[in-house]
Nanobody
Framework: QLQPVESGGGLVQPGGSLRLSCAAS????????IGWFRRAPGKEREGVSDISSSGTIINYADSVKGRFTISRDNAKNTVYLQMNSLKPEDTAVYYC?????????????????WGQGTQVTVSS
């Protein structure tokens, strides 16, 4: 079964940047829509960004538009989330999810396969 694996989380100061990666051994991520979701302490999980398998459909949450960029490198079988101008409110566990649906719509209920998450902490 597909098991996405996230990496790249850590501690960063406000205004800093991080790049998260989502990979999966033995499965071609290029055929999957990939989504990034996050859960902050005491809050419900929310969608951050997702991208279709073709890369032609991309969605962002309003809270991250202009700061985060999702991309995929099929040669490396990896999807990235570049996070710039990070704010303390971006602190959360970030999850990568995958699904075979054609049209992603940044809804967690649409995604079948989930990673274990990576912690992102934005603090001075």
């Amino acid at each position: 079964q597909l098991q996405p694996v996230e990496s790249g989380g850590g501690l960063v100061q406000p205004g800093g940047s991080l790049r998260l990666s989502c990979a999966a051994s033995g499965f071609p991520l290029r055929v999957y829509a990939i989504g990034w979701f996050r859960r902050a302490p005491g809050k419900e999980r929310e969608g951050v960004s997702d991208i279709s398998s073709s890369g032609t459909i991309i969605n962002y949450a309003d809270s991250v538009k202009g700061r985060f960029t999702i991309s995929r490198d099929n040669a490396k079988n990896t999807v990235y989330l570049q996070m710039n101008s990070l704010k303390p409110e971006d602190t959360a566990v970030y999850y990568c999810a995958a699904d075979l649906r054609t049209f992603p719509r940044l809804q967690s209920s649409d995604y079948k396969y989930w990673g274990q998450g990576t912690q992102v902490t934005v603090s001075s």
